[in-house]
């Protein structure tokens, strides 16, 4: 019954959804004499932890209990104790772990301490599925920036877009509420300025739960019209305009027109157009809490992400259309994605209406 009963313990970490960054979403389930006796998950950042919410909800029946927990317990103070402390004096005599802690110093620690307290511990149930589970955790807390998802919506034959731009829409409806989905899941949408200007999108939710996310628009001009959707509706405020702060002396009528709407300007000191521009406005951003970014387009955009090997998912919708010429999805990768090996690797596609998900992940030392 391991599987089993890790199943519903990740079940109930997606819960805690984006609200628990900047730690992972983590579940956890006592059981005892073969039925589930407490539940748990890590709510939002600073609460409890799975571990003890599950042995509240549990009470005095904890002892003697075993504890499935998708992540390694913490052995550490920070927000709250270590949840090793806890599952110590509750009396459980065995944790089961989906996966180790990914952080290489601490990694190992909560297993340890367990074992010295005469607690088993074994690891490894629903491993890949777990580990899943702290994707962003796993990039913010390696890397210092935030999780890189590509997505993107295209024609068998690779196009984005007709020749003259238009896009609405290649996917179906049921395709397009699955994105609403992601971007419920997400701290932020980023786009292009070319995106704002030919769409006007909203790049808000509308069609799942969820709260919408802030929207980044990264410009190399600041040529954005005023109307935009992103600087008028009620989510301005959470527009962030991403821009190279060598052009501020340039356009001073253009910044100040963006200063007086109510959305937040972001200068970026590195040359526009390169990877350096890119990996410091990431660094920028992820000071300001934000731990998830969904790209979506345009073209150079995605590329350019592509060309500085900043992705750690892309999410690629193809709909049963041919356009036979248009805008291409990487318009600029050919030199990554030439004819030697491929870089990426996919999970299994998923149908969604009459479209297919393909979502592919960088392979490891690429």
């Known amino acids: 019954m391991h599987d089993a009963y890790m199943e519903r313990a990740i079940e109930l970490a997606l819960r805690g959804g984006k609200y628990v960054r900047p730690n992972p979403m983590v579940g956890a389930v006592l059981v005892k004499n073969g039925r589930i006796i407490g539940e748990g998950w890590h709510r939002k950042y600073g609460g409890a932890h799975a571990e003890v919410e599950a042995i509240r909800d549990a009470g005095a029946d904890a ?10 317990p ?33 990694v190992g620690g909560g297993m340890a301490r367990l074992e010295r307290q005469g607690i088993r511990a074994t690891v490894g149930i629903l491993g890949d599925r777990c580990a899943k589970l702290l994707q962003v955790f796993t990039v913010n ?26 896009s609405k829409w290649i996917t179906g409806a049921p395709a ?22 030919t769409d006007d999108p909203m790049l808000n939710v509308r069609d799942a739960d969820g709260e919408s996310p802030r929207r980044i628009v990264i410009s ?19 527009t962030i305009i991403v821009y190279p702060e060598s052009l ?10 963006l200063k007086n709407s109510a959305a937040s300007l972001m200068g970026i000191a590195a040359p526009p ?12 951003l992820f000071k300001i809490g934000i731990y998830h970014i969904m790209v979506e387009g345009g073209s150079a955009t995605l590329s350019s992400f592509v060309q500085a090997g900043l992705f750690d998912r892309i999410d690629c919708f193809i ?12 318009k600029a990768a050919e030199a990554l994605f030439g004819l030697g090996e491929n870089w990426l690797s996919f999970e299994e596609p998923e149908m969604i209406g009459e479209d297919i998900l393909l979502t592919l992940y960088p392979k490891q030392g690429n």
């Open 141 to 166: 807390s390696l890397e210092n920036r935030p999780f890189i998802q590509l997505k993107l919506a295209q024609t068998l034959d690779g196009c984005i877009a007709l020749s003259d731009g238009s």
């Open 176 to 197: 397009r509420q699955r994105v609403h989905e992601m971007r419920a899941f997400t701290d932020a949408i980023l786009v292009g300025a070319g995106t704002v200007r």
């Open 74 to 106: 913490c052995n550490h103070h920070g927000k709250t104790p270590p949840c090793t402390g806890a599952i110590i004096e509750a009396g459980i005599s065995e944790v089961v772990i989906g996966t180790p802690d990914p952080n290489p110093d601490v």
């Open 273 to 284: 157009k390169t990877g350096e521009f890119l990996h410091t406005a990431l660094e920028s």
């Open 220 to 238: 190399n001009s600041l040529d954005i019209p005023s109307s935009s959707n992103i600087l008028t509706d009620e989510d301005a405020g959470s």
């Open 319 to 330: 709909a049963p259309k041919i356009f036979g010429g248009g805008l291409r999805s990487f």
């Open 248 to 257: 501020s002396d340039d356009n001073p009528d253009r910044i100040e027109r």
């Open 63 to 72: 002892r003697d209990a075993t504890l499935y927990v998708t992540l390694e």
